[in-house]
């Protein structure tokens, strides 16, 4: 048993020895500015607001996504993307992302190209632009720029008679 012990021992001896750590032949990657302070900035808030938020009832993705909606639903009589901020920052949070247009499809901001966006609802008599006032608030409440996101959402409750260029105009807002 003692020669097992030893034998086994010398083996890994011989193996450690023979292996050998070379230097690198490339340099490694380092992180850009950007990089290093999206690294930074460690805790941030993604906000979906949409059409959604204001259905009845509890959301379900399978089934709430193919109805068609109407975009009067959206009528958020007590926004306020101050306190939205405030509590982004009291948080601790470094960050905040609004979702622009989520799978809805509808623009939280004045489309000129797309007609499912708040230019189109009694609120604010089709002048809200909620991406406006949360870029203002973050500029003023956050040191982070503004950030947002734009879905992919499909506007399945829309009938186009080109709608090939309704998606590439899309794609350009």
């Known amino acids: 048993m003692k020669l097992f012990y030893f034998l086994f021992y010398a083996l890994i001896f011989i193996i450690h020895g023979s292996c050998r ?8 990657p380092i ?33 709430n996504r193919k109805k068609n909606l109407d975009p009067e639903l959206f009528f958020p009589s007590d926004l306020d993307t101050d306190q939205w901020i405030r509590a982004v920052r009291d948080m601790g949070a470094r960050f905040a992302i609004l979702t622009a247009s ?10 000129e190209i797309n007609p499912f966006c708040l230019r189109n609802i009694k609120w604010k008599n089709g002048e809200g632009d909620i991406v406006k006032e949360f870029g203002d608030e973050i500029k003023r409440r956050l040191s982070n720029p503004i950030a947002t996101k734009k879905g992919k959402g499909e506007n ?8 090939t260029r309704i998606n590439r105009l899309n794609k350009i807002q």
Request: charged share 20%; with cysteine; glycine share 6%.
């Open 21 to 28: 750590i070379t230097e690198v032949d490339h340099e490694l």
């Open 31 to 63: 992180p850009i500015p950007q990089q290093l302070a999206w690294q930074d900035a460690e805790l941030g808030v993604l906000i979906c607001y949409e059409l959604h938020t204001f259905m009845p009832g509890r959301y379900n993705q399978a089934v």
């Open 102 to 111: 989520h799978e809805s499809g509808f623009r939280l901001w004045q489309s």
């Open 156 to 163: 399945i409750h829309l009938t186009f008679k080109k709608p």
